[in-house]
């Protein structure tokens, strides 16, 4: 697909142009097609190979800044979820939180939830048991039941029960917001997620309190949760114009091109020149940054950092507020390695 729909330029580089459609998700982020550039298997055995395609142009540097923890910090704020705003405020790891709360036995007595030594304790000692609580944690932020847990850590059902339980103690807050979420959606018809959007729910709507859920319903209820916390992807949308509107009012508007996004992450083409570079990671960092609104917390922080590579595959990472000299050692140092 790559070969078929590139684009020769004078230069020898090949280019992809693809299509960036509004609308075209449940959740407002963008996708794309011809070619799908949203959907590059960056976890599989595939992903550095594809990724080493990417290559900027001679004396530029492909460069992209990814959200921190996006999805679970704007969970944490609209939630008010005490044990994930932890994770956020207070630096704890949330794996070992999560270890904690589901295989006490295999843990120390006498641990605590609310201790920062305890939590440092697992993450540096017990990262075995640490690891076994990411495959339930993940399954079940996504509303799957005890079934896939058993499934997954290959147990009882009565230890998958205990586990589903233990997950939705810890994070009652977030088991209230989907709760919440859910009763929008029948009473309503739709539920609200970022910046007013709305994603209707006729299922839940028609649904009669009280009465069995079908299939349809519950994965209805499930998917417009997470729609109201992954809408909020589309602060990269935002940023994403903000920063083009800032660049087009900058000397460097033909030093910077911005060629896509993909969820929570934006890509770019940046001359690799110290000032160039300094403006770019001042002013993108800024713009997404930005928390106003139902998303304002002096708890859970918004942000990003922007990484820089002569390709997509290799990729170093530049400190937020970087000294124009700090960005002169990094490019000497860490993009070309100069002595």
Known sequence: AFEELSVKHPSNYQFLKGNLRLGGTQSGRLSSSEPNLQNLPSGSKYGKIIKNCFVAPEGWLFAGADFNALEDRIG???SKDK????EFSKGFDGHSLRALAFFPEELPE????DSKEDNSLIKKEYGEVRGKSKGPSFAM???CGPGKIQQLLKCTKGKADQVYSA??????GLAEFGQKNKIQGMTNGFVTGAFGLRLRTPKLKSHKSGTRESTEVGSEARSASNMVTQSWGMLMNRAFIEFNNRLEKSPYINKVRLINTIHDATYLLVKAEPEVMHWVNINLIECMEWQEGIIKSDDVKIGAELDFGLDWAHQETLHNRATIEEIQEFLNTKIYKKD
């Open 141 to 143: 932020q996504y509303g």
């Open 167 to 172: 997950f939705h103690n810890l994070y009652s």
């Open 76 to 78: 944490a704020i609209l």
């Open 110 to 113: 006498g641990l605590q939830i």
């Open 83 to 86: 044990n994930k705003t932890l």
